[in-house]
């Protein structure tokens, strides 16, 4: 993305022009526009109590964006999973076909129902995650199941749909074991959604936060957040949770929200909670506990401007030192 002259100007009055960047040019440095946020927009993470009943976790999701949406929030976010308990011995049996789309009814009442909450709550959605069925057309034992997230307008149509890249098989000895990939296949793609009044939005799910590549690329495309709906563990969310989000944040210089299920009292898995969001100087700006709740935050363009201004890490990036660091 080609920087606004305007913005040439705020990096080099912060001390940083082309001359004193070792000779790397600018175009070198993918120059990144200052406010990739057109203008302030409230978010909120839906902290949902979740169970084993797929029609109560939609209608409970319904009436906490709603709640959400008169509280302020344009953008809302549903947990990993929302609409069934989360693990391996779950994705099959909750698993909805929903492409072509749109899906039947029959086919995904998640769908549908999130299409309908986000028009009459006038919100952008990010609709957590659900566990897709991809059937095969000649062959039934070919069939593939993803974890999904769908991203719906506040006219309730489908403007992105992200697959989960990276598959959680983690053990963690006399803690936490689990191997999605017995059940699940891996997305290919990272995805970033065109909110027109707000800008680019990247989404992505869970165990993608502990890749910095994805949220790397999409703020390098211009996004100004990164979402992922999450169900980290107890073991896994006590150890990394608010860590990976800083990290993101302040890697990229952009706002981060993670929206966990609320912590169930009894069962298998039971997730870490603390939903939060945090800004692009890697302070929490608020998080939930435990229980269920719904956290919101106004996302500034003039945070994200003011970062990128003093500490002007996008201007100092050496691509022709790391020009691929895949490789």
């Keep these: 993305m080609d920087t606004p002259a305007h913005d040439t100007d705020s990096m080099t009055e912060a001390g940083t022009s082309p001359s004193n960047m070792g000779g790397v040019s600018l175009s ?25 009943d797929k029609a109560q976790n939609l209608s409970r999701a319904r009436i906490k964006v709603l709640e959400a949406s008169r509280a302020g929030a344009r953008i809302v976010v549903l947990p990993e999973c929302f609409n069934s ?94 191997r999605e990939s017995e059940v699940l296949s891996a997305g290919d793609d990272i995805t970033i959604v065109d909110l027109p ?30 979402v992922y709906p999450a169900a980290f563990s107890i073991t896994t ?18 706002y981060v929200a993670l929206c966990s299920p609320a912590r169930q009292s009894q069962g298998g898995h039971r997730p870490w909670g603390h939903s939060l969001i945090v800004d692009p100087l890697a302070q929490i700006v608020t998080e939930a506990g435990e229980e269920e709740d719904t956290v919101m935050a106004a996302l500034s363009p003039t945070v994200i401007s003011e970062t990128r201004t003093n500490i002007p890490v996008y201007v100092h990036r050496r691509f022709d030192v790391y020009k691929d660091v895949s490789q």
């Excluded at 999130?114 to 069939?143: F, N, T, W």
């Excluded at 969310?237 to 952009?254: E, F, T, V």
């Design 28 to 52: 070198c440095c993918q120059k990144m526009s200052l406010c990739p946020l057109k203008k302030d927009v409230t978010l909120a993470c839906v902290q949902l109590l979740v169970g084993p």
């Design 85 to 178: 308990p989360y693990g391996t011995a779950y994705f099959r049996q909750y698993a909805e076909t929903i492409s072509p789309s749109p899906p039947s009814a029959d086919q995904s009442p998640s769908f549908h129902a999130m299409a309908s909450m986000a028009k009459e709550a006038q919100v952008y959605l990010v609709g957590g995650s659900i566990p897709e069925l991809e059937p095969h057309p000649a062959d039934p034992d070919q069939r593939k199941y993803y974890n999904t997230c769908l991203i719906f307008s506040p006219e309730g149509t489908l403007i992105g749909t992200h697959r989960k890249i990276h598959l959680c098989d983690v053990t963690i000895p006399g803690k936490a074991h689990l």
């Design 197 to 226: 009044e707000y800008g680019e939005l990247g989404v992505a799910i869970c165990y993608d936060i502990r890749f910095p590549e994805v949220a790397a690329v999409a703020a390098r495309k211009g996004c100004f957040a990164m």
């Design 237 to 254: 969310g006590s150890l990394h949770w608010s860590i990976l989000a800083k990290a993101r944040a302040l890697d990229n210089q952009i």
